[in-house]
């Protein structure tokens, strides 16, 4: 398995992968493409029976459950609620907040990902196959975000501040909003509550120290996670795997891009 990471987003390529989530499963703050280029995956997301695809798009906050890819050749892109890529896909995000890619889609797309399968990829090449991918999907300009002013002011706050080391109410306060006006502004704009966002980002801060090779631990503490099994559960919502997983040399060929 090979995962490249950075900044929001990560691709991960797998020939066979299974993992099973449904004791406890978990959302991801991000937009997903998964594309099978050998035998269709079967994945359970959201309370739907699982089901077999070639690919699939799931957009934030759907409740992913399990992914049997076996011998599959999947490759999977995430784009993180805040990247470029993201505000790219969220036009072609269905209704029902998942959807299977149409034959057309994976016309463009398989192709690609099956020349770039063989061999491990530099994290320029990576990043490549991961634009070349979302503009498959999304050819044309990403419209503008229209992002309320106080929303954007509370993610400028929350981006310079530690987890946990501001409130929703100082947050509010801040912008000359009640935390109950605030918090649904808020999921009205990004489609997440405040609290998870937080999260989330605390998440990613993490991972960039990580990046720079700071261990798991002291970047969880350095962040504002001090309690690791919560910073355990951030991270899986990342990367659907947990830090040991991820970190494990025997089985995954890890890329920190951009460190």
Known sequence: MRIYVWDRCLLLQAGTLIVDRRSRPYKRLSATIVVATGRP??????GQAAREYRGILIAPNVLRRYIEAVESD?????????S???????PHLARDRFRSLTDDELGRIVPRLR?????????????RLFDDVVRAISPAPAPAVARD???ARVMELVEASPFGGVSVGA???????SES?????????????????MRWLAAWKAVGLWQQGMKFTDVAHAVGFHDLAHADHAF????????????????IALHKCGA
């Open 115 to 127: 020349d770039r399968f063989a061999a491990e990829m530099d994290c320029d090449e990576a990043m």
């Open 74 to 82: 999947v490759t999977f892109l995430d784009a993180g609620i805040t």
């Open 41 to 46: 995956f079967v994945l359970e997301l959201d």
């Open 236 to 251: 899986t919502e990342i990367f659907g795997l947990s830090p040991s997983e991820v970190t494990d040399q025997r089985r």
């Open 149 to 151: 002013a106080r929303v």
């Open 171 to 177: 947050l509010a306060r801040e912008v000359g909003l």
């Open 84 to 90: 470029p890529a993201y505000g790219a896909l969220v």
């Open 181 to 197: 006006r605030l918090r649904d502004l808020f999921r009205r704009d990004l489609g997440c509550r405040l609290s998870q966002y």
